[in-house]
């Protein structure tokens, strides 16, 4: 009876999970962004690095910003090429999503990169006509990681050189000007 | 017959210059200090060649001793114009350095746009800035508003300082002594800044739910750049990252205020009403006009779905197109489908601008009001009988007359403003960008704003950033300062 109703629940899961993820287009933000009323209301599957900060709001959601750029794969601070500005959206999810998730990605962090599921919601009323994405299901895909810095030893050298060249200078003309 | 400059004059502006410079490496080291207490080496290290090359040009100054101290106005106009182009120069050391920006170009135009308190940008990958580099970016702002020259008047003493002041573009003197005035800026400034980043922090750690450190980050960066009507944000899709309208509630406040001569920040503050001025009614008129533009224009065309969507946006746009910030709620993308009327209202509010003697860029609602006013005497003088008499009073803190010379010169920098935004939108046509494109980004441009329709981006032509740049200094020190610039380096090498 026990293993029946195992299965009548694993079987009545899936029904329900499986229209959510068979409905859900991949679309990458660009695309979302310039076409946003077609995508209105619908089921989209968004993937991406999780940057900025999630905001922990008092209504039990967690809103981030989730950028489907080239930099949360070949950051810049370990030597990856520049890819022009940012492209990214805000996602609304429910904060159990958030629990156990890395730190959003920073200078010093790349934030964990997830594939999301949910509707978008493209200047929504309720809302006072902000538009994101209203978070149904959330994969890490791949774990966020600190990144390491690069040394520039000829930076430091010639910060230092310079500004005690400038102390010397602002000495100079200081003392010059208490002896006159 | 035009004068070579003598070599006293040169040591002159040399000195004066290097007091500023000064102050700018002194102001370097606060983005320093960050980057250490943050454990951002790299970032350290290039705020140290910054502040070292600042304190290098400003030492190199300082021991010039000029025998004469006193500025006329035509050296004080040249050191203004002159700091203006040194201090990004430099600024943009860091920037270039950090690896967030294509070419020094970039990085240049950048500096330029934060000190100009303009907020168009070509950084890249915006989201994993060090946070040192950002509070860089925003101080830019703090340092172009508030500013190096007003830091510069309110420590240092000496004859001709005036002309540093009129030269920045700001011809509000609140008290009697252009050093009481600079150091009211600075109360009002402080007075503002404790109060908006409290504010901002609070709703920031509250309402947004983010920790404490970071509403306080988000908090000082936002407020510069709204008081000082910047629009810089430290994260790339600007106000619309934080999906709050408290928040934008208090971002519309500090927009306000920074968009306010210091002349009514004063009157504010001895409980004096300023409704009378034709300045406030005349930028009353215009927003309320260039809001209900905007909003007929997203209501015909269906852009938003409910009366609430339509006013948060519209609302938030165009007061931070009209006060010159250029905070945006919406991406570029989406600004850039606001057709017709919507996208006409917000580039009017653009080009208007905020109040004299603030922050603000464009026009300025007092040239505005003046203009209107002199078209309206015209009118009167050809319906009216010969013998009629037309009275040219206007109220502005005070009876005040409008003389044909006052006329003259808000009709001359009115006109150029005009040209200056005509001669962008030419540049950006000539480079194949859309008519209705290129002086939307000319204008942002010019009137310092920074609200784009994405022709602001790292891959458009050198030619074209150039332009932007050029426009971006000319339309905040409102074009005096940089003719008598021009006409000094002319001097140098053509007079006698």
């Not at chain 1, 989209?44 to 750029?69: C, H, K, M, P």
């Not at chain 2, 746009?113 to 070509?122: K, M, P, Q, R, W």
């Amino acid at each position: 009876m026990r293993t029946f109703v195992f299965a009548a629940t694993l079987v009545l899961v899936t029904l329900v999970a499986l229209p959510v993820q068979a409905a859900a287009d991949t679309v990458s933000v660009g695309k979302l962004l310039s076409e946003p009323t077609s995508f209105d209301g619908k089921q989209i599957t968004i993937s991406g690095e999780l940057i900025g900060d999630y905001g922990f709001r008092s209504d039990g959601t967690v809103w981030a910003q989730l950028n489907d750029d080239a930099y949360a794969l070949s950051p810049l601070r370990e030597g990856g090429a520049l890819h022009g500005s940012n492209v990214g959206l805000g996602i609304r999810a429910d904060e159990g999503f958030f629990v156990a998730i890395d730190p959003p990605g920073r200078y010093n962090q790349i934030g964990p990169v997830v594939s999301v599921t949910g509707t978008w919601k493209y200047h929504d009323p309720d809302r006072g006509g902000e538009s994101y994405l209203e978070v149904v299901s959330l994969e890490v895909v791949k774990q966020g990681r600190p990144v390491r810095e690069s040394t520039r030893p000829l930076v430091v050298v010639t910060g230092v050189l310079l500004t005690l060249m400038a102390s010397g200078l602002l000495f100079l003309s200081v003392s010059r000007r208490s002896s006159e | 017959m035009l004068l070579r400059p003598t070599k006293d004059d040169l040591k002159l502006i040399g000195y004066s210059a290097a007091r500023m410079l000064v102050i700018s490496a002194i102001a370097g080291l606060i983005p320093l200090i960050w980057a250490l207490a943050a454990r951002e080496w790299a970032p350290a290290a290039d705020f140290l060649v910054m502040v070292g090359l600042y304190g290098l040009l400003g030492g190199l100054g300082l021991i010039l001793r000029p025998r004469n101290h006193r500025l006329d106005w035509s050296h004080g106009m040249v050191v203004v114009a002159l700091i203006w182009l040194v201090v990004p120069l430099v600024g943009a050391v860091p920037l270039a350095l950090s690896g967030h920006f294509g070419s020094w170009l970039d990085a240049f135009f950048d500096a330029m746009s934060g000190i100009t308190t303009t907020g168009l940008s070509l950084a890249q990958d915006l989201d994993h800035m060090a946070s040192s580099m950002i509070i860089w970016r925003h101080l830019l702002h703090f340092l172009g508003g508030q500013g190096i020259i007003i830091a510069a008047l309110s420590l240092f003493s000496g004859a001709g300082t005036a002309t540093l002041y009129r030269g920045e573009g700001r011809d509000d003197q609140v008290f009697p002594s252009v050093r009481s005035t600079a150091r009211f800026i600075w109360l009002v400034s402080i007075v503002n800044g404790i109060a908006g980043i409290a504010a901002l922090a609070l709703v920031a750690r509250l309402d947004l739910g983010f920790g404490t450190l970071r509403s306080l980050f988000h908090g000082v960066t936002i407020f510069m750049a709204a008081f000082d009507t910047g629009g810089f944000s430290p994260q790339s899709t600007s106000l619309g990252y934080y999906h709050s309208a408290p928040f934008e509630m208090v971002v519309a406040v500090l927009m306000i205020a920074g968009a306010m001569s210091f002349g009514v920040h004063y009157a504010l503050w001895r409980r004096r009403s300023v409704l009378g001025n034709l300045e406030t009614k005349t930028i009353l008129l215009t927003f309320a006009g260039t809001l209900l533009v905007t909003q007929i224009g997203l209501a015909t065309a269906g852009v938003y779905r409910s009366i609430a969507g339509l006013g948060r946006q519209s609302f938030f746009q165009v007061l931070s197109a009209h006060t010159g910030t250029g905070f945006s709620t919406v991406t570029s993308v989406e600004l850039a489908t606001w057709g017709g009327l919507a996208f006409g209202g917000v580039a009017i509010a653009m080009a208007l601008g905020g109040m004299a003697s603030s922050t603000a860029g464009g026009v300025k609602s007092l040239r505005v009001g003046l203009a209107l006013r002199s078209i309206s005497e015209q009118i009167k003088r050809v319906l009216l009988p010969e013998g009629a008499i037309i009275s040219s009073r206007f109220w502005q803190n005070g009876p005040r007359t409008l003389s044909d010379e006052l006329k003259q010169t808000v009709m001359a920098i009115s006109l150029l403003y005009v040209a200056l935004y005509v001669l962008g939108a030419g540049i950006g046509l000539a480079t194949g960008i859309p008519l209705q494109q290129a002086l939307f980004e000319s204008v942002s441009a010019a009137a310092n704003v920074g609200l784009s329709v994405g022709v602001t981006t790292p891959s458009m032509p050198a030619a074209l950033k150039l332009t932007y740049i050029v426009q971006m200094w000319a339309g905040r020190l409102e074009f005096i300062s940089i003719f008598a610039l021009v006409g000094f380096a002319w001097s140098l090498v053509r007079g006698k």
